[in-house]
């Protein structure tokens, strides 16, 4: 059966097949396409398209689709990725952090990780002062911060969310 034989992408990609590779595809590169428009790509009828989808939906394999959302032509031309070390003396320490840093609302984006950094949270602000501001009053009081590393995001070279199906 292969390396993989018992992972849990193994078991994903058995579950599908190349009509829904070739759906999946045509979906990633262009998820505005009509129900139409993606059967007529994937060359299948469209009762085909939509059964398949549907059935990858309610299986979790397609988990939604989203608006990708362009922060700068909304006035927010400052993007930081704050990674974290959290301090784990206390056993609720991480729990904590991760429900604090979901009420910020200008984290974007929240990741955990296993390693020297637990933690990594986007921030978007509009200027340098407001994200000054954000990180003074908002960032610098999430309980139990151990660390912080930021790192500012000077340009976005490769978004990808295609895989290789």
């Known amino acids: 059966m292969g390396s993989c034989a018992k992972s849990a992408l193994c078991e994903e990609s058995m579950r599908i097949d190349d009509t829904d590779r070739r759906l999946l595809r045509r979906l990633l590169a262009d998820p505005e396409l009509s129900s139409g428009a993606l059967a007529d790509l994937a060359g299948v009828t469209p009762a085909t398209a939509s059964r398949r989808i549907d059935k990858m939906t ?7 689709q989203f608006a990708v959302i362009d922060w700068s032509a909304l006035g927010y031309d400052v993007q930081v990725s704050l990674r ?11 729990d904590e952090f991760l429900a604090a840093a979901r009420e910020v609302p200008e984290v974007t984006e ?51 969310g295609a895989l290789p199906l």
């Open 110 to 160: 929240i990741q955990t990780f296993l390693g020297k950094v637990d933690v990594r949270l986007h921030v978007i602000a509009r200027d340098m002062g407001h994200y000054q501001q954000i990180y003074r009053d908002r960032i610098l009081t999430l309980p139990h911060i151990a660390e912080i590393e930021a790192l500012m995001q000077v340009a976005s070279i490769a978004e990808r």
């Open 58 to 64: 309610r299986e979790g394999v397609i988990r939604g």
């Open 84 to 94: 974290f070390t959290i301090d784990k003396t206390n056993p609720r320490a991480f």
